[in-house]
């Protein structure tokens, strides 16, 4: 989590916890509570069996992680000192699984969740295996139907846009350089060098348009990739949402 969260780019104070006790805040719940490092904080909440539990730990950093309304109320503490205050004891509550591919596949995701609870999960046991999938989680199966319905109409507008300005354009090009091809024609010209000459024309103007288009979109993509854009005053009204996200986005 340290290298996935790059921490200690994250810090704004103090240092990552070294020991079970200690615990990073935060930097806007720190503040909201008035804790500096090295002043106690006690954690209150109920074990993995259900029971009430406290816990104190030491403030030892405070940090910043751009994600808009978790960093108004997250604390970070090592795994051992969350297995001591849950009483979780060589257990975890969630293991993350990845797939090979570069997009998310909802339609193989539900189907290999739907065959792991029918082979493992045991609704009779408390502790039994439950596998879900991303649309699972909390407000997400709206965002993966949205993000595949927006994608969709994205594209159908951006074909039809481009096959009318294509097809347009074509048409113009050879009314307007109807009567140029019959001049040339007339004053000499081979059909064989007319075409030459216009694919010759064609070629170069594509070539630079590439050159252009791929120089502009490789600034803009280095900038949103090595910048990004800060949306973190949108996220501010978001108070129900459990999702993390960065409130930058980048490419």
Known sequence: QVEIWDLERKLTSGQLPNKAEEVLLSTQLASRLNLKIGEGVTFIGSTMHGAFTTFNFIVVGTFSLNMGVLDKEMMLVD??????????????????????SLYYEDEEAVELRQKFNIAESDSSDLFSPIMLALRDSNQMGNMVDMNNAIMGIILGIFMAIVIVVLWNMGLMNGLRRYGEIGMRLAIGESKGQVYRSMILEAIIIGFIGTVMGTAIGLGLTYYMQEVGLDYSKGLENLTSTKIVFSNVLYA
């Open 79 to 100: 795994i051992s000192g969350a297995r001591q205050a849950l009483d979780m004891g060589n257990a975890s509550s969630e293991i993350l699984g990845y797939t090979h």
